[in-house]
Every structure is written in structure tokens, then in C-alpha cells.
């Protein structure tokens, strides 16, 4: 056999082979949703959708400011906390 040859089997036989992997893929994907009647147009209508609760709940002021001003007292009192270790701190760097 000649290289013209051997090269011309190797690429129908490599060509044959990637057909019939993709000709099985296609048809495992195809076929299970074709024998559900997944291509029928009565599915391609969308249904009515109704809401029942609002898309953007409303804010709860009051918890917001209750969990602004619990932070405020928290930070009062690490600030408090600290105040020795800060006056400390600026006494050592000469401010």
C-alpha cells in the first residue's frame, strides 16, 4: 500500500467514525425529547403567571434605625473600650 493510500483509509475510516459518534449523539439527544413531544407548538405558549406577593418587599424603617443605633452603641463602647490603649498609643508616637 502506498503512503497516498494508507493516508486516504486512515482519514475515511477517522471521518466515518466521527459521523457515527455524532449521528448517536444527536439522536440521544434529540430523540428522548422528540418521543416526549417536546417540538409540539402547544408547548411553546406560555402560560398565565399571577403574583401574589410584591416583586419588592418594603423596607422596615424601624428595624433598620433599631440595628443603625445598636451598631452606633456597640462602636460607643469598643471606642470606649480602647481609649486608654489609644491615648496610649498617641502618647508613644509623640503627638
Not at 434529540?30 to 399571577?50: D, I, Q
Not at 452606633?72 to 481609649?83: L, V
Amino acid at each position: 500500500m502506498s503512503s497516498a493510500q494508507t493516508k486516504a483509509t486512515t482519514r475515511m475510516v477517522v471521518a466515518s467514525f466521527a459521523a457515527g459518534a455524532g449521528a448517536m449523539v444527536l439522536l440521544g439527544l434529540v430523540a428522548p425529547v422528540a418521543m416526549k413531544g417536546g417540538f409540539a407548538v402547544r408547548e411553546a405558549f406560555a402560560s398565565e403567571a399571577h403574583q401574589t406577593a410584591p416583586l419588592i418587599q418594603p423596607l422596615d424603617v424601624q428595624a433598620i434605625e433599631a440595628q443603625l443605633a445598636d451598631a452606633d452603641r456597640a462602636m460607643s463602647e469598643m471606642q470606649a473600650d480602647t481609649a486608654d490603649e489609644m491615648g496610649r498609643l498617641e502618647q508613644l508616637s509623640g503627638r
